[in-house]
């Protein structure tokens, strides 16, 4: 069994699918299948079931994942180590992030991070709170940018800065509300929503919202892309509440929700106060600057 097998394992499994797993790990899909194949060959068992349009893991491929995830992280500390000898001349950081990130212009901040250390090769994961949670946890990540509800925190992780963001409705532009400025939530009650699915840090701050204030909104279309709920409020099938940035950039009118005002938090997190990979220490130290919450602080 070889360690790049293992890595193999676990991008078909995070990434759903063997042609996204080979692309994310610059090999071609023929390559990539036959590693997998040659693991399962000596484990003596399918680890994935690929009659169906998402490939999904077998029971044995659950099995599998706690101890490849325990093996690839105790492989990356050992390359964070060298890293650290070679002071950041090679090396490796992992950051994850919600989508619908708006309180930091992420791009701007990895392309400065990569201008100051070329050698660094960044990996970037978008996903749920939930989902980036646990790739902390399994050593997966080393920082991410998570939306975080109490309960999906079940352990303590490191807090190193915190952002309030203010959700607004947007409409599309010959809405009849579209040019009012500010809404009540009551006045939303008639209103067609387009929402994300279900999990999402997103939705979960709107459903609370629209609890606190007694408000039963009426789905008529869930997603999974924030572009394509933009291009759907655009196009009339329904209101949406988001960050303000992210209406703002679509051009579509903002209404500020009054009572109470809304809002979502953002936090940068890691496995602990100090991050053990030098590469992150450095890219953490980029994305603070002095902003935000208090380094070292806990979720309980």
Not at 76 to 83: F, G, I, K, L, T
Not at 200 to 215: D, K
Not at 250 to 264: D, K, S, V
């Amino acid at each position: 069994m070889e360690i790049r097998q293992l890595r193999h394992f676990m991008a078909v499994l995070t990434h759903g699918g063997f042609t996204a797993a080979a692309r994310a790990e610059l090999i071609v899909q023929s390559a990539l299948s036959t590693s997998v194949r040659n693991l399962e060959r000596e484990l003596g068992a399918e680890l994935f079931d690929r009659t169906g349009r998402r490939v999904v893991p077998t029971e044995a491929g659950l099995a599998l994942v706690p101890a490849a995830r325990a093996v690839l992280a105790g492989t990356e500390a050992a390359r964070d180590a060298v890293a650290s000898v070679s002071s950041l001349a090679a090396g490796r950081v992992r950051i994850g992030t919600v989508q619908t990130l708006t309180c930091v212009d992420l791009a701007a901040e990895l392309a400065a991070f990569h201008r100051e250390r070329p050698g660094v090769q960044i990996s970037l994961r978008e996903a749920t709170t939930p989902e980036l949670v646990e790739g902390l946890r399994a050593g997966e990540l080393d920082l991410a940018y998570l939306a975080p509800d109490a309960a999906e925190l079940p352990d303590p992780l490191a807090v190193f800065a915190t952002w309030q963001e203010e959700l607004v409705l947007i409409t599309a532009p010959g809405h009849p509300l579209a040019d009012a400025g500010r809404a009540l939530i009551g006045e939303l009650a008639g209103e067609p929503f387009v929402d994300f699915r279900a999990g999402t840090g997103l939705e979960t701050a709107v459903r609370r919202l629209a609890a606190h204030c007694g408000l039963e909104r009426r789905i008529t279309c869930d997603v999974t892309q924030i572009r394509l709920l933009v291009d759907l409020v655009r196009a009339g099938i329904g209101v949406a509440i988001v960050p303000r940035r992210i209406g703002e950039d679509a051009g579509l009118p903002c209404l500020t929700i009054r009572q109470p005002e809304p809002g979502r938090t953002v936090v940068l997190a890691g496995r602990a106060p100090v991050p053990r990979n030098p590469a992150a220490r450095a890219l953490l130290g980029l994305l603070t600057g002095g902003q935000g919450g208090e380094p070292g602080a806990y979720f309980q």
